[in-house]
């Protein structure tokens, strides 16, 4: 498979501030279409930014590129 075609990246957050129904510690984890590691967390940094979310540091950013049997579909209009 080509590296370069977008693929989907799980980011893993942990919660600095205590807002809304989060916890100061709280682990989160947020599923991201991105081409690479470093613009898979950039995206998700652009997307996730202002006053309507709680601080965050990115603890992890996994690719799943050889993790699953089946390369998801990402062109699919439907979820199964």
């Not at 997307?47 to 699919?76: A, Q, W």
Request: proline fraction near 4%; glycine fraction near 2%; include cysteine.
């Amino acid at each position: 498979m080509d590296k370069r075609r977008k693929r989907i990246f799980i980011i893993t957050i942990e919660i600095e501030d205590q807002v809304w129904d989060y916890e100061i510690g709280q682990i989160v984890t947020i599923p991201v279409i991105s081409n690479n590691e470093y613009n898979a967390a950039l995206t998700f940094e652009d997307r996730h930014c202002g006053s309507e979310y709680p601080s965050y540091s990115i603890l992890k950013v996994y690719d799943t590129l050889n993790s699953f049997l089946f390369m998801p579909d990402l062109k699919s209009k439907t979820l199964i």
